[in-house]
């Protein structure tokens, strides 16, 4: 009876941990967890204007310098409360004056978006839209920790291109970006 009681109690955690989903389980970018506490990070970052104390931090520190296979750029933060709210990992793939053609480089983004479907399943958002200064395509997942939008950043042929991948809170109000 006492075995019976056990095996089915671990049974049925077996299937609550098997229910909960990869996006679930996301909470940020390698080292950076929404959430996390700034200070730990702060002497590896520089504000972009410093005047602004709600302006983006750059990190210029040695972690975490790929993703998806890929190359990062950069990696950029905005804090709240001095707690990460917003995580932003660039993968810049054509500056100005290079050969950049929307429809060229765009696949390079698609790979990158399967990459990540592949082990979050496929995407909640998938949105386009065009700025004054960029069109953009985005897919995103939404979780229970944070959500992640993979974004295509197309500035025109004299401006170059970019993958953007946006980590952030659920709390923020930007799952529908």
């Not at 229910?19 to 504000?47: E, M, P, W, Y």
């Not at 890929?70 to 990992?89: A, G, L, M, P």
Request: glycine share 6%.
């Amino acid at each position: 009876m006492k075995n019976s009681l056990c095996l089915l109690i671990f049974s049925i955690l077996s299937l609550i941990v098997s229910a909960q989903t990869q996006t679930d389980l996301l909470d940020g970018f390698k080292n950076f967890k929404i959430g996390g506490d700034f200070s730990k990070l702060k002497d590896s970052c520089v504000q972009n204007i410093p005047s602004d104390p709600n302006s983006i931090w750059k990190y210029n520190g040695k972690c975490c310098q790929t993703i998806a296979e890929r190359k990062v750029t950069y990696i950029e933060f905005s804090i709240k409360d001095n707690k990460i709210e917003t995580i932003y990992v660039t993968v810049l793939l054509h500056t100005s004056l290079e050969n950049v053609h929307q429809d060229k480089w765009a696949p390079e983004w698609q790979t990158m978006c399967q990459y990540f479907a592949s082990y979050l399943g496929e995407p909640d958002t998938d949105k386009n839209y065009d700025t004054e200064d960029a069109t953009i395509t985005m897919v995103g997942w939404a979780g229970k920790k944070a959500n992640m939008y993979c974004a295509y950043n197309y500035l025109g042929l004299l401006k170059g291109d970019f993958i953007q991948i946006i980590f952030t809170s659920p709390s923020s109000g930007t799952k529908d970006f």
